[in-house]
C-alpha cells in the first residue's frame, strides 16, 4: 500500500465521517421531558420516546456505531500514514546521507592527487637545495632552504565507515 492509497482511504473515511454526522443531525431526536424535570421522569420520557420510535431510535444508534467505527479506522489509517511519512524521512535522510558521502569522496580523492603533485614538487625542490646548498653556503654562510624534515602532505583515507586525514611527510 502506498502513501497515497493511504491518504486516499483517510480523506474517504472523513468524508463518510462527515456525510454520518449531517443524516444524524438532520434525524435529531427531540424529547419532551415532563414539567417536573426529576432523574426518573426524564428518564422514562426518554424510554417512552424510544418504544414509540423504535426504528428511528434503531437507525440512530447504528448511525452513532459507524461514525465510531469510521473513526476508529481513521485513528488506525493515520497511524499508518505517520508510521510511513517517519519512514519516507528516514529514507530521505539515508539518501541525503549517501548524496553528501559521494561529494565528500570527489573532494577526498581531489585532496589525495593534489597532495601527490605536492610531494613530488617538494621533492623536486629538496633535490635543488641540495646541489644549491654547497655552493649557497659558500657565497651567503647560510642555508638556502631550512625544514624538510618537517614538510608534510595531507590524505585522506577511509577504513568504510570513518575518514580520517592524516599528514604524510614527505
Same mark, same amino acid.
Given at each position: 500500500? $502506498?502513501?497515497?492509497?493511504?491518504?486516499?482511504?483517510?480523506?474517504?473515511l472523513r468524508s463518510?465521517?462527515?456525510v454520518l454526522?449531517?443524516?444524524?443531525?438532520?434525524?435529531?431526536? $427531540?424529547? $419532551?421531558?415532563?414539567?417536573?424535570?426529576?432523574p426518573q421522569a426524564i428518564t422514562e420520557a426518554y424510554r417512552r420516546y424510544a418504544r414509540e420510535n423504535a426504528q428511528l431510535v434503531a437507525e440512530l444508534k447504528g448511525i452513532d456505531d459507524a461514525i465510531a467505527a469510521l473513526e476508529d479506522q481513521l485513528v488506525q489509517k493515520q497511524a499508518q500514514? #505517520?508510521?510511513?511519512?517517519?519512514?519516507a524521512k528516514q529514507l530521505s535522510l539515508?539518501? %541525503?546521507?549517501?548524496?553528501?558521502? +559521494?561529494?565528500? #569522496?570527489?573532494?577526498?580523492?581531489r585532496i589525495n592527487e593534489l597532495a601527490a603533485e605536492l610531494a613530488i614538487e617538494i621533492r623536486s625542490l629538496k633535490a635543488c637545495a641540495d646541489e644549491l646548498s654547497p655552493l649557497?653556503? %659558500?657565497?651567503?654562510? +647560510?642555508?638556502?632552504?631550512?625544514?624538510? +624534515?618537517?614538510?608534510?602532505?595531507?590524505?585522506?583515507?577511509?577504513?568504510?565507515?570513518?575518514w580520517t586525514i592524516v599528514n604524510r611527510i614527505v
Open positions: 500500500m $502506498t502513501i497515497e492509497q493511504i491518504l486516499a482511504e483517510v480523506a474517504a463518510q465521517i462527515e454526522r449531517e443524516e444524524r443531525a438532520s434525524l435529531t431526536v $427531540t424529547v $419532551t421531558p415532563p414539567e417536573n424535570d426529576s500514514l #505517520q508510521q510511513w511519512q517517519i519512514q539515508q539518501e %541525503q546521507l549517501d548524496e553528501a558521502r +559521494k561529494i565528500a #569522496q570527489v573532494h577526498a580523492q649557497y653556503w %659558500q657565497v651567503y654562510y +647560510k642555508p638556502f632552504i631550512t625544514g624538510f +624534515k618537517t614538510i608534510s602532505v595531507p590524505h585522506v583515507r577511509s577504513d568504510g565507515d570513518v
